[in-house]
T-cell receptor
């Protein structure tokens, strides 16, 4: 089975708090890609990061960081010092050895001032 | 450089009707994928077009069909609309040879009454 699970349906934080969005995936493919996308109210999916299955290095981009652990099949996303503009639905997605993306159900993040 | 553009942005149809949605890929991209996103859910892969042929298909009935034109633009057709077809339809484009990230449009919101 190929699946992405985002157990957190909705998270609410106050501005400047750190927040971690969890993502667990399942695949039998040895080569695959993992993605995070942000979906603001406009509906467009905005690409945040792509990680291939052979690269377990964590990555930091400004206030965003990602922790990829193959041993636990997790690809978690942390926003440091959250801002109101971070409010959106965040999707984790898996691209196994095919041409389609398999998305999780998303986590709605609300950041309050 | 225009990104992925979709038209129309909103559409209202009644059960049993047929609908056509349109997508222009990002400049330089040759592959178009379509996704259906029901309210509160993650996008689900419908199919992908490359070189004017359907290359891969998700778990959608034959009522869903598509086309890709020589200029790489694409159409999604849905026949015999059902209430359950109400969703946001997202188009994504990519360059086949590079296996890079997908760029998504803002989608077409289809309501079936």
């Amino acid at each position: 089975a190929q699946k992405v699970t985002q157990a957190q349906t909705e998270i609410s934080v106050v501005e400047k708090e750190d927040v971690t969005l969890d993502c667990v995936y399942e695949t039998r493919d040895t080569t695959y890609y993992l993605f995070w996308y942000k979906q603001p109210p406009s509906g467009e999916l905005v690409f945040l990061i792509r990680r291939n299955s052979f690269d377990e290095q964590n990555e930091i981009s400004g206030r965003y960081s990602w922790n990829f652990q193959k041993s636990t099949s997790s690809f978690n996303f942390t926003i440091t010092a959250s801002q109101v503009v971070d409010s959106a639905v965040y999707f984790c997605a898996l691209k196994p050895n095919t041409d389609k993306l398999i998305f999780g159900t998303g986590t709605r993040l609300q950041v309050f001032p | 450089d225009a990104g992925v553009t979709q038209s129309p942005t909103h559409l209202i149809k009644t059960r049993g009707q047929q609908v056509t949605l349109r997508c222009s890929p990002k400049s330089g991209h040759d592959t178009v994928s379509w996704y259906q996103q029901a309210l509160g859910q993650g996008p689900q892969f419908i199919f992908q077009y490359y070189e004017e042929e359907e290359r891969q298909r998700g778990n959608f009935p034959d009522r869903f069909s598509g086309h890709q034109f020589p200029n790489y633009s694409s159409e999604l057709n849905v026949n015999a609309l059902l209430l359950g077809d109400s969703a946001l339809y997202l188009c994504a484009s990519s360059l086949k040879s590079t296996n890079e990230k997908l760029f998504f449009g803002s989608g077409t919101q289809l309501s079936v009454l």
